[in-house]
């Protein structure tokens, strides 16, 4: 992450395209509402008990490999991590981030290392933050992981973590994912994929599920597949949505699926959309788009299923009744 690195460092980071590089100004605007209260968070948070967060803990080593810590553990939370993020904090705010903690290492003749750990609300927002910019080979540390251009990813439990040199080499990176295991081990506790994943159907013939990604907030939906600048489906924080993709060889599909907290929500974002999206489709849920491509939508009971740039009007109708036998199923 570029965050409080130098140019020279920052070239690394953004050769991976990471969140820096993708978060809009406009998300500075569209995610306020996302701010959750809380207080600069106890030992307790990271620590075992009686552990105090100072130097090394039982969180995280001291020393590793030759690197020492030099500074932190500089503790977070939603209201302060700007001072540490700028404007790279909404998008972890909108995943409902509770508490940030940066510890930086240094060794003599050697990059600098930098980790960050962040507690989300729950295991689901730490997946979604994981998957939001994932992209990189898997790196099997925590119950999900990624490795590439010096920076490891992954998360466990409602944990998502950070850890990254300053610039690439084989002794910075081969101690980076050591510190990584390290790490995933004493996070005793784990969590699971966002029951909505399971909802969304495989795909048709000849397009397959390529990638998924959950979401609270339409400025993360426009981030991976635009639809509108205003809130038209009044996603929010306690709205699961899952947005997955669908490929083939030349086209690509998406499945929107939302989960709202009661019916009359589900109805009322259904309308605007509707309103919004659907406007010349004289009362029907599905039409063919400007870019001659078919969008449907569909509600069953307090879900949203849309379907978005399907080759036809009856692949649109098809997928979005695999999601609702699969909504079926799950209940």
Same mark, same amino acid.
């Given at each position: 992450?570029?965050?409080?690195?130098?140019?020279?460092?920052?070239?690394?980071?953004?050769?991976?395209?990471?969140?820096?590089?993708?978060?809009?100004?406009?998300?500075?605007?569209?995610?306020?509402?996302?701010?959750?209260?809380?207080?600069?968070?106890?030992?307790?948070?990271?620590?075992?008990?009686?552990?105090?967060?100072?130097?090394?803990?039982?969180?995280?080593?001291?020393?590793?490999?030759?690197?020492?810590?030099?500074?932190?553990?500089? &503790?977070?939370?939603? /209201?302060?991590?700007? %001072?540490?993020?700028?404007?790279?904090?909404?998008?972890? =705010?909108?995943? $409902?981030? +509770?508490?940030?903690?940066?510890?930086?290492?240094?060794?003599?003749?050697?990059?600098?290392?930098?980790?960050?750990?962040?507690?989300?609300?729950?295991?689901?927002?730490?997946?979604?933050?994981?998957?939001?910019?994932?992209?990189?080979?898997?790196?099997?540390?925590?119950?999900?992981?990624?490795?590439?251009?010096?920076?490891?990813?992954?998360?466990?439990?409602?944990?998502?973590?950070?850890?990254?040199?300053?610039?690439?080499?084989?002794?910075?990176?081969?101690?980076?994912?050591?510190?990584?295991?390290?790490?995933?081990?004493?996070?005793?506790?784990?969590?699971?994929?966002?029951?909505?994943?399971?909802?969304? &159907?495989?795909?048709? /013939?000849?397009?397959? %599920?390529?990638?998924?990604?959950?979401?609270?907030?339409? =400025?993360?939906? $426009?981030? +991976?597949?635009?639809?509108?600048?205003?809130?038209?489906?009044?996603?929010?924080?306690?709205?699961?949505?899952?947005?997955?993709?669908?490929?083939?060889?030349?086209?690509?599909?998406?499945?929107?699926?939302?989960?709202?907290?009661?019916?009359?929500?589900?109805?009322?974002?259904?309308?605007?959309?509707?309103?919004?999206?659907?406007?010349?489709?004289?009362?029907?849920?599905?039409?063919?788009?400007?870019?001659?491509?078919?969008?449907?939508?569909?509600?069953?009971?307090?879900?949203?299923?849309?379907?978005?740039?399907?080759?036809?009007?009856?692949?649109?109708?098809?997928?979005?009744?695999?999601?609702?036998?699969?909504?079926?199923?799950?209940?």
């Amino acid at each position: 992450m570029c965050y409080n690195l130098t140019g020279s460092q920052c070239e690394t980071m953004n050769s991976r395209k990471n969140i820096c590089q993708r978060v809009s100004i406009t998300l500075l605007a569209g995610l306020a509402i996302f701010v959750i209260p809380s207080v600069i968070f106890p030992c307790s948070a990271f620590c075992d008990e009686g552990v105090m967060m100072k130097g090394s803990s039982s969180f995280w080593p001291g020393e590793i490999d030759g690197w020492k810590i030099t500074e932190g553990p500089a &503790p977070y939370d939603s /209201t302060t991590a700007y %001072k540490y993020m700028n404007g790279a904090a909404e998008l972890f =705010i909108a995943y $409902n981030m +509770r508490t940030l903690t940066v510890v930086k290492y240094e060794k003599a003749d050697q990059p600098g290392i930098t980790l960050e750990v962040f507690r989300m609300a729950s295991p689901e927002d730490a997946y979604g933050i994981f998957s939001f910019e994932s992209d990189d080979p898997r790196a099997g540390i925590g119950q999900g992981s990624e490795f590439g251009g010096g920076l490891l990813r992954f998360w466990k439990g409602s944990y998502f973590v950070s850890i990254y040199g300053d610039s690439p080499g084989t002794a910075v990176e081969t101690t980076t994912l050591r510190l990584g295991n390290q790490i995933a081990s004493t996070i005793k506790e784990t969590g699971n994929l966002p029951k909505i994943l399971s909802f969304l &159907p495989d795909g048709l /013939t000849p397009f397959s %599920k390529t990638q998924t990604w959950f979401v609270h907030s339409h =400025i993360l939906l $426009n981030q +991976r597949f635009f639809v509108a600048y205003e809130n038209i489906l009044n996603l929010s924080g306690d709205v699961d949505a899952v947005l997955g993709r669908y490929g083939s060889q030349k086209e690509k599909v998406y499945l929107f699926l939302v989960k709202y907290p009661s019916v009359i929500r589900a109805d009322d974002a259904l309308g605007g959309f509707k309103k919004a999206y659907l406007a010349d489709g004289a009362g029907k849920l599905s039409i063919k788009t400007e870019n001659n491509k078919w969008t449907a939508a569909e509600k069953y009971g307090n879900y949203l299923v849309i379907v978005f740039d399907a080759p036809d009007e009856q692949f649109a109708v098809q997928m979005i009744e695999l999601a609702a036998a699969r909504l079926k199923e799950g209940k």
